[in-house]
């Protein structure tokens, strides 16, 4: 490993060092905690059926996030240290360590000098990627920028091998370890990456035959192609974004491609960029098809409010912005928050808006940066480079793999940039966000890159010290400022209260919930009711405080709360199942009999939460069976508890459900069944309390079986002691 590898690997991780310490956080808690996937409650094949939240990707409820490799990363976690959060964030931290290490060699085989440690060393410390690092859920743009980078090397590989030219007056001899150390400036990492793909041998030794250096390229040639593509396939299971690749690599062979032979090598160029297109188009087709006919995801207005606003000059002119904005970001990362959704970022209605000039700014730049690329790479084509020993026995053309042409290299940091974020851009389709600061860790990859030009260009203009100079400055800054926003992703509480000034009805919200949850029921109040001051419309903050209302003792507030929860969200299933659950305790039992029969009859095709609204839906049905029971109507208990049954999901807690099941039956003379159902409870909930004493309380009503209940009233009291 170089020394500038290893200093920026070290930078990537001493900065992110206080991470390790830190907690789930904000969706940890959906995508990992309550993740059946990843807790191995389901088999480990549905991780290709289901989407990164653990729905079924067809269903129509899916969020359509399709990341099996992320999950089957998250998993491995569980599987080895369970619901710890310290190895999940050991492994986002080595995660980004390495893809520190890979961004170096990327930027060392595309500029020469000092550039590649500088623009590195400003990614491995960047403050916008402390969302992808400190929060686990970010692990899928982890490892999606790992196989991209690792498909842009083998893609770079590819080309220089397919666009030597070899002497036929000299002969090579070709090894384990391939040809000379300069043919492989990539690194280690890709040599690695060759090495795993059984690319280390091509021929022995091959005097007296001129074909056969070309025979060895050839093989590499194809081999590297061939890496290219499945590593773009990894990176789009890891996260779908990472298909962009393609289009990078795509770029970077009209921009930089050998011209030695022009004929020749143009002939070569349109065959790779065919089979990139149609590599490109078959991974496409077959992550569209699983989605079956559910169509897009469906995504809430507070999500992203633009989306839903009806007048297009609203969308337009908004849209237009959000580039710039994240662009924003990159250059000046102090505004930082965990959630863009909202009106965190105000909807631009009018042209005369000031915003408007950052987006024509913008704009005339990528313009300007294409144009004059286009320009540089049409002019190299009228040129040939000097020939370069490869080894000691070979002449070969010199691959530009290590361009010099800063129009043409603008361009390609212009292309990694902006490609990568194009689908998530909301310009072509809208995603359920405004702005993420999670999506930035891949296009940052090309804003570094951009970086490392004009530090290059000061250092010609200035002389080396004073860049030298700044950037130490810059890495401090940013170093200190990526340290601070990773211990506010240490816990809920201070994630935020660090968006309290971003986004406050976003989080007032979630910080109601989580004082509410620690007890501290006054600030919860306060913090809760201060976000519906400043958006009245939240469903889920209606909710959490009919639920501290009704802890408090308010009943009648709280089911005021809770009326409320459904009128701004109908399909809300939690929010009719805990009024019902409260009217009942209250005695109003036909009113809830009523709210809990519309909450099992509720379409959960498009619900938030898929496996929240089925459990809610089941619980309804267990409610609704008790209320029946304790009015002595037994049959209908039972009716209910049976429904219940034909619609349990698989990750329902369902002792309870089967002890009261067996209960009613026995109400009801239906001994055997009455049986079945408790040893059901049992097998499902062997240290669960009450599943004894349910069970042994039914046989003690045999006298024959007395002491068959005896024993189980002792495991009872035997497992409640322990």
Not at 26 to 39: E, F, G, L, M, Q
Not at 69 to 85: I, K, Q, Y
Not at 350 to 359: G, K, Q
Not at 546 to 571: C, F, H, Q
Request: aromatic share 10%; hydrophobic share 40%.
């Amino acid at each position: 490993m170089e020394t500038g590898s290893s200093a920026c690997v070290a930078l990537a991780f001493l900065v992110n060092y206080n991470t390790l310490k830190a907690g789930f956080v904000y969706d940890d808690s959906r995508a990992i905690v309550n993740n059946p996937d990843v807790t191995r409650a389901t088999p480990l094949t549905d991780i290709w059926t289901n989407d990164f939240w653990g729905t079924p990707i067809g269903s129509s409820s899916s969020h359509g996030s399709y990341r099996p490799l992320c999950v089957a990363s998250f998993r491995l976690n569980h599987w080895t240290g369970g619901l710890d959060p310290k190895g999940y964030h050991v492994a986002n931290v080595l995660l980004h360590c390495a893809v520190t290490y890979l961004v170096y060699a990327v930027y060392r085989a595309l500029m020469p000098g000092r550039r590649p440690a500088a623009a590195a060393a400003v990614f491995a410390v960047h403050p916008v990627h402390a969302e992808a690092v400190a929060g686990v859920v970010g692990r899928a743009d982890l490892l999606a920028c790992l196989f991209y980078l690792a498909a842009f090397l083998c893609y770079t590989a590819h080309v220089r091998h397919r666009d030597r030219t070899p002497d036929p007056r000299r002969r090579v001899v070709c090894c384990d370890a391939g040809c000379h150390r300069r043919t492989y400036r990539l690194g280690s990492a890709v040599r690695t990456v060759f090495a795993a793909l059984g690319l280390g041998t091509c021929s022995s030794d091959l005097d007296g035959l001129p074909g056969g250096v070309t025979e060895c390229c050839a093989v590499r040639e194809w081999a590297c192609l061939v890496a290219t593509v499945l590593m773009a396939a990894a990176s789009m299971l890891a996260k779908e974004t990472g298909l962009t690749v393609l289009a990078v690599c795509a770029v970077y062979d009209v921009l930089f491609a050998s011209k030695q032979s022009p004929n020749k090598n143009s002939r070569g160029m349109y065959r790779t960029l065919m089979i990139l297109s149609g590599a490109a188009a078959g991974l496409l087709f077959a992550r569209i098809s699983l989605m079956g006919d559910s169509g897009p995801p469906v995504f809430a207005a507070a999500d992203n409010p633009t989306a839903k606003s009806p007048s297009l000059v609203t969308r337009t002119l908004t849209f237009l912005y959000l580039p710039a904005e994240n662009f924003r970001l990159l250059v000046y990362p102090r505004k930082l928050s965990f959630d863009w959704s909202m009106d965190a970022v105000t909807p631009i209605t009018s042209i005369y808006d000031p915003r408007n000039a950052l987006s024509i700014a913008l704009y005339v730049a990528l313009f300007a940066a294409a144009r004059r690329s286009a320009v540089a790479s049409s002019r190299a084509r009228l040129h040939h480079y000097r020939p370069h020993r490869c080894c000691a026995k070979t002449k070969y053309d010199r691959p530009a793999d290590l361009p010099d042409d800063p129009a043409r290299a603008i361009g390609l940091a212009v292309a990694m940039t902006a490609i990568p974020f194009v689908p998530v851009s909301n310009l072509f389709f809208y995603v359920g966000f405004v702005l993420a600061e999670r999506v930035l860790y891949m296009p940052s990859v090309g804003y570094c890159f951009m970086f490392g030009y004009g530090y290059t260009a000061l250092e010609r203009r200035l002389g080396p010290k004073w860049p030298r100079m700044g950037l130490i400055v810059l890495l401090i800054v940013y170093g200190a400022r990526t340290i601070i926003r990773n211990n506010d992703w240490q816990d809920d509480e201070s994630l935020y209260r660090s968006g309290l000034h971003i986004n406050p009805p976003k989080a007032y919200g979630n910080l109601g919930s989580i004082l509410s949850s620690q007890g501290r029921l006054d600030e919860a109040e306060t913090a809760l009711r201060t976000a519906l001051q400043y958006r009245p419309n939240m469903a889920d903050v209606h909710y959490n405080l009919g639920n501290l209302l009704r802890e408090k003792g308010d009943t009648e507030a709280a089911v005021s709360s809770y009326k409320n929860a459904i009128m701004y969200r109908p399909s809300l299933a939690v929010a009719y199942l805990n009024m019902g659950q409260l009217l009942a305790t209250m005695g109003r039992c036909e009113e809830a009999e009523s709210v809990l029969k519309l909450c099992i009859s509720l379409d959960g095709s498009y619900s938030k939460d898929p496996m929240n609204h089925e459990t809610s839906r089941v619980s309804a049905l267990v409610t609704l069976g008790k209320l029946h029971a304790d009015r002595g109507r037994h049959l209908d208990a039972v009716q209910a508890y049976k429904h219940a049954v034909t619609i349990l999901p698989p990750y329902y807690n369902s002792r309870v459900l089967f002890s009261l099941y067996g209960d009613a039956l026995a109400q009801l003379n239906r001994h055997k069944e009455a049986e079945m159902w408790h040893k059901a409870a049992l097998e499902v909930g062997p240290d669960h309390v009450p599943a004894h004493l349910s069970y042994g309380k039914w046989l003690a009503k045999n006298r024959t079986r007395i002491h068959e209940a005896e024993n189980w009233f002792l495991r009872a009291k035997k497992i409640g002691s322990r």
